[in-house]
């Protein structure tokens, strides 16, 4: 196809910018080729120090600059869907933040527009799956070395929310990962989801009722716990424990190096995702990079967008209703078997 992705960033906000640094000066045959936010003084200062980028406030604009050959989307989920189709009709391979959009009708459209180029086109950014102990974890569900999987436990706890960040936000912005990762770990879909609220602390804003438990279960009856929990102050925490026939395994558990000194002992928490993550995202944009440069793109795709749009309307649902909300989908097309 061509031999360097020259990208256009669309969102220079806190994800967006994390993924501008990276592009620029950590990811192989990619460079930052214009930078897109509704705010062009941050899409300019996103842009400085970068050789040859463009700092411009229109989507439309970058998608058509001859420079750019590649897009990856870095907006809230909620101005995906246009961007999208204008990236898919210019034949880019697009990187996509998650979630592909905030519910299962406008992802399944997106799909539908993707399965129309007959090609796949979109990498949804579930960093997770790119995370070495996520990759590991896979793997031995799959090789089932331990017995059949029976159980996952996961943990999801962020310091604090940014404002505007609702209760619906919980499950669509950050539970959205735990539905990626159980599907990536089971191989099957979700067939249902139920939210229960607790105690709640008195932390939590913007209407949030936090923290959450999320009850999950899969086709073949695995069941799931997310404790989601973003407003827990300390820390950011990720982890997981899996429940197999012939043992348990646990990921995300802090890592050292673990210190004495002043009378106590222990290590680091991270302070956010971008810490926590950054090796995950750092191979998970150079996998969308090199995919794209060879014109078969892989790793989590529109369907994973979709099949988890599906399960976060059914959690938002569940948060109403205090009951076990099913989840629907429409058949897998081809493209995505
Ligand atoms: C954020 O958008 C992310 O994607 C983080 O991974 C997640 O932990 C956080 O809850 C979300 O708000």
């Not at 969102?11 to 994390?18: Q, S, V």
């Not at 190096?257 to 750092?282: C, M, S």
């Not at 309307?313 to 897998?332: F, I, M, P």
Request: net charge negative; proline share 4%; aromatic share 8%.
């Amino acid at each position: 196809m061509t031999d360097i992705l020259r990208v256009a960033v669309i969102g220079a906000g806190r994800m967006g910018a994390d993924h501008i640094k990276r592009l620029s000066t950590r990811t192989h045959g990619a460079e930052v080729a214009a930078v897109v936010d509704v705010d062009l003084a941050r899409a300019r200062a996103a842009i400085e120090g970068i050789a040859g980028a463009v700092a411009l406030d229109s989507a439309e604009e970058a998608l058509n600059n001859g420079d750019v050959n590649a897009v990856l989307i870095a907006t809230p989920g909620f101005l995906h869907e246009d961007i999208l189709y204008l990236a898919l009709a210019k034949g880019f391979p697009i990187l996509c933040e998650k979630p592909l959009t905030p519910d299962a009708e406008s992802a399944w459209r997106v799909v539908e527009a993707e399965v129309a180029t007959g090609r796949r086109l979109i990498q949804v950014g579930f960093m997770r799956r790119f995370d070495a102990e996520y990759a590991a974890l896979g793997s031995m569900i799959r090789r089932g070395e331990l017995g059949d999987l029976l159980m996952l436990h996961h943990q999801h706890r962020n310091p604090t929310t940014p404002p505007g960040f609702t209760n619906e936000m919980l499950i669509h912005d950050s539970v959205v990962h735990e539905f990626d990762a159980i599907r990536f770990f089971t191989g099957e879909e979700i067939t249902s989801v139920q939210v229960r609220l607790g105690k709640a602390t008195h932390r939590a804003s913007n209407g949030q009722h936090d923290p959450q438990q999320v009850l999950i279960e899969t086709a073949s009856g695995v069941l799931a716990d997310v404790e989601i929990y973003v407003n827990a102050n300390f820390g950011y925490e990720v982890s997981t424990q899996a429940t197999f026939e012939d043992g348990i395994v646990s990921i995300g558990a802090d890592a050292g190096p673990f210190v004495k000194a002043a009378g106590r002992w222990g290590g680091e928490v991270a302070p956010g995702f971008e810490a926590r993550f950054r090796a995950a995202y750092d191979v998970e944009v150079q996998a969308w990079v090199d995919a794209a440069l060879r014109g078969e793109l892989g790793g989590p795709s529109a369907w994973d967008g979709y099949a988890t749009a599906a399960c976060c309307e059914a959690g938002v649902e569940a948060q109403k209703s205090g009951l076990r909300e099913a989840v629907l989908l429409r058949e897998k097309p081809e493209l995505y078997r």
